[in-house]
Structures are given as C-alpha cells and as structure tokens.
C-alpha cells in the first residue's frame, strides 16, 4: 500500500507537492493504515483530493490521495447523499438530478465535495440554503490515532462541531452523508459589463444586494482577460466586471429583479447578457471557472458592511493598472448564511455580509508582490473586515490566522490537542 512518490496530479500547480510517501488510498481502511503509519512514526499527514484548494507546500510526510474514494449514492426517500472523499461536485450534481435534487456546491463542478464542506462551503444557492456544512447528517474520520469514527450529532458531537467549518485539521475525513435540496431548475447567469464603468457597477451592485430575496445569490467579479489566442477575441485583454445570479423562482420572477441591473447597463455598456433559465446541471455555466489546471495565489477578506467607496478604490488597486493579474470577486452573503444551523456548528462570521476573494495567477509573478497588493486592498477595506475565508486563502501557507473567530478558534485548538495532540495534521489554525 505505502508506495515512493510521485505526487498525484492537482488543479493548483503552483505550489510543490514533495510528500516522503504517497499513499493513494482504494478504501476507508487504507486511510486508517496509512494515518496510524504516519502516526507510529511521528510523521505528519496531509489529504490530497483534486488539489483545488492547496494551502501551501506539502513537503515531507505521507500524503494520502482520496481521488479513488469516489463513490456518491444518493437516496431519493431521504433526500441525502453519501459522498466519498475522492468525489467531486460535478458527481454529486449529475447523481442527484434524475430525482430532482441537488447538493450545496460551489461555482466550480471539479472540487472536492469533502475538503469544500469541511471549510463552510459558500455555494451558488447559499443565500437560500446556507453553507454546504449545515446540511451535513454524519462524518466519517480516520483521527490521528488511527481510529476510525463515525460523527455525527448524537456520537461525538464536540468533533461533529469542529468538523463542520472548523477545516481540515481534526482528521482525515473518508466519507459524508450530506441533505439535498430540491432545486431542479434555477434562473440565473451572468451579465458583463464593460470595467471602464467599474466603479458605476459596484456602486450599482451593492445597492441592487439592498433590494433582492434570500432565494436570489450573486457575486461580482472583475479582470482583465489575459491576451490568449483560446479567448473570443472581443475579450482578450479586456477589463470586464459581471454579475453573477442563481435564482431559484421563477424566470419571469428573476427577470423582474435583475431589471435594476439591467438598468446599470444605461451608464455602463454591456458587453454580454447570458441571464436564463437553465436546468441546475447546467448552473457551473454561471461562473465558467477555468477547468484546467494553473498556478494561483488567493486570500479573502469577509466583510461586514463595506462602504460603497471604498469598495469601488479595492476594485481600482486591483484592476487593470495592478502590477499582476487579479481577479476580484464580491459574494454577497447574509439571508440563510446568519441563521444558526439546526445542530451548531464552526462556521464563522454568520453576520458578515460580503466576502471579498482575491486570485491572481502566478505565471513568473513573485508571491511577495501579490501579497504587498493584497495588503493595500486589506487596508481600504479595513474598517469593515471581520476575518478570512478557509476556502478562499490558496497558496496561504503559513497564514492561518483569521479563518474563525477567537472564540470557535480556541474551542477548535481545544479539539487538535484532544485528537491530535502531535500535530499530525499541522496543528490548529491562529486565532
Ligand atoms: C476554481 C475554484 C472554485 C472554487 N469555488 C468555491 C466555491 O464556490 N465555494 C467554496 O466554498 N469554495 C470554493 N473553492 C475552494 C474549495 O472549496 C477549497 O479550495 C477546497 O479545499 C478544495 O478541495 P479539493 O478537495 O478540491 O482540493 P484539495 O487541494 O485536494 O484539498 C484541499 C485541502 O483540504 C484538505 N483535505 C482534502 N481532503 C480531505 C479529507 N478527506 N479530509 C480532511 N481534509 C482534507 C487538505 O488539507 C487539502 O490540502 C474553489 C476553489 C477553486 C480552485
């Protein structure tokens, strides 16, 4: 089973992947091996699914590759699915459609439906549904003392806490049963308007999020398209900035509260309007993330209430005249994101109101230069920022301060000394 390297492959290919040992796990029980190995030999341990999310080098140590762990059964009387930690959302999504449901993923259909949960899970549907971690039913975690454990509310509730937002340091994780929701169709897409009129479409944004339901989540994201031949041509080296929509009443419903946007469009020209209905298969088609693999860098910012202005000057420090390419992105948060879930759990900052999410690709750029423009962006925003998003912090290496609040970050260190007093899975995250 325990095999010499090398690394399994990863949509992040900026970061190294040196592991000692590879273990590219068939079964839950070769993650029960290869976690007590490591731990027999004080050797540290790190979970490896599509490398979507890396948050830093992985040097040394046994890397157990779940990518094989990939089953996804859905059951259509109890509205749940059980998911493997291998499994990506596009799997979930396509397994969940013949009976009309759907799960809480995110804007890409290729990342880990596992790693994603453990980390909150901010999906297109948040708004209405909540994170993908209060829909969790039960977990099942090789801890690292080699056991073997079924999570859930009633079992071990303080780790079924802690598992649920708290990230990825309590275990590894080999399988989940998750709730669906019923959601079939959805009336969204994305509307791009020209980035010349930027600062008209933030202000725009912000004010039109005053007006909408919880059924309705969005984002804004700007860039500069880079100039590639794979691109229309209309968009090669262009800075746009678009609105991103998932709805899930009515077309003709959606289309009355996307009017105010639209109306945006009579200062800043539209460039392309792709607001539709559309089956929920079809939803990764809202934010067309890339689906190939490159080198990136990325951090966040969750907000409260950010000022319009000073919301407008972050966009402009990270538009066209930034030293690098960077993609900003506002999710607007709020509606079933502040409600408390049934059974508590270690989600954080349930009263924020945006995030913002900062990539920019690392193509010869030095990863001190990104985070110099990061920290200008952190500091306009400043008087609204409550903290940073785990699943928005790539490349991040040793900044893990920030991702909860002080209070859950002490009873989530009060959880690794308890399962994890060595340190296996990198110990707990800062305050
Ligand atoms: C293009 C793109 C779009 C995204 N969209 C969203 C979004 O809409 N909403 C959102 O919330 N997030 C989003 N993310 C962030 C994503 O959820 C996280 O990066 C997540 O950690 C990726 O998981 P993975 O399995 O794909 O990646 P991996 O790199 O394989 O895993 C990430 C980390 O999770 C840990 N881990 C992996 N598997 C396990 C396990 N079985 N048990 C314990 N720990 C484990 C490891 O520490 C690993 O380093 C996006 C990321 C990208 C790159």
């Known amino acids: 089973m325990v095999s010499a390297p090398p690394a399994p492959p990863t949509f992040q290919t900026g970061f190294p992947i040196r592991p ?57 009387v109890r509205r749940t699915a059980r998911i493997g930690a291998g499994a990506s959302w596009g799997r979930v999504i396509e397994a969940a459609a013949p009976h009309g449901l759907a799960p809480l993923n995110g804007s890409s259909p290729s990342v880990g439906a596992v790693s994603y949960t453990l980390g909150g899970g901010l999906g297109i549907l948040a708004r209405e549904f909540g994170y993908a971690a209060d829909h969790v039913r039960s977990l099942d975690v090789v801890t690292a003392d080699g056991t073997a454990r079924r999570v859930t ?12 937002g708290g990230g990825h340091r309590l275990g ?43 059924t309705l989540t969005s984002s804004l994201a700007a860039l500069v398209y880079p100039a590639l031949p794979q ?28 009017a105010p946007l639209r109306a ?38 969750v907000l409260g209430e950010p000022d319009a202005e000073r919301t407008v000057q972050a966009f402009e420090l990270a538009g066209p005249r930034a030293p690098m390419m960077t993609v900003v992105q506002l999710n607007h948060l709020g509606g079933a994101l502040a409600a408390r879930p049934e059974v508590e759990n270690a989600v954080p900052y349930r009263d924020a109101g945006f995030l913002l999410r900062l990539l920019s690709p690392l193509d010869g750029t030095e990863v001190g230069a990104v985070r110099a423009l990061y920290g200008e962006v952190g500091r306009v925003l400043e008087p609204a920022v409550l903290g940073r998003s785990l699943n928005f912090s790539f490349g991040g290496g040793d900044r893990t301060a920030g991702f909860h609040e002080a209070e859950t970050a002490k009873r989530l260190a009060g959880l690794v000394s308890q399962y994890d007093p060595a340190g296996l899975f990198g110990g707990p995250y800062g305050a």
């Open 153 to 164: 509310p009633e079992r071990e509730p303080e780790l079924f806490w802690g598992l649920r």
């Open 20 to 76: 000692d040992r590879l273990v590219e796990a068939a079964t839950p029980e070769d993650v029960r091996e290869a976690v007590a190995y490591a731990g027999g030999r004080g050797l540290h341990v790190a979970a490896h699914a599509s490398g979507h999310g890396l948050p830093g080098p992985v040097e040394g140590g046994v890397l157990i590759a779940t990518r094989a762990l990939d089953s996804v059964t859905v059951d259509p």
């Open 231 to 258: 691109l229309p041509e209309e968009l090669r080296g262009r800075y746009v900035i678009s609105v991103r929509v998932a709805f899930t009443g009515s077309a003709e419903e959606g289309e009355r509260l996307v």
């Open 264 to 301: 945006i469009g009579r200062s800043a020209p539209i460039l392309s309007d792709l607001l539709r209905e559309m089956p929920y298969t079809e939803s990764h088609t809202i934010h067309s993330d890339p689906p190939f693999p490159h080198a990136y860098y990325g951090d966040s910012a």
């Open 172 to 214: 590894v994780v080999t399988g989940m049963e998750i709730a669906l929701v019923a959601v079939e169709r959805l009336y969204g897409g994305s509307i791009v308007f020209d980035g010349a009129w930027a600062a008209e479409v933030v202000r725009g944004y912000l004010a039109w999020t005053r007006t909408v339901p919880e």
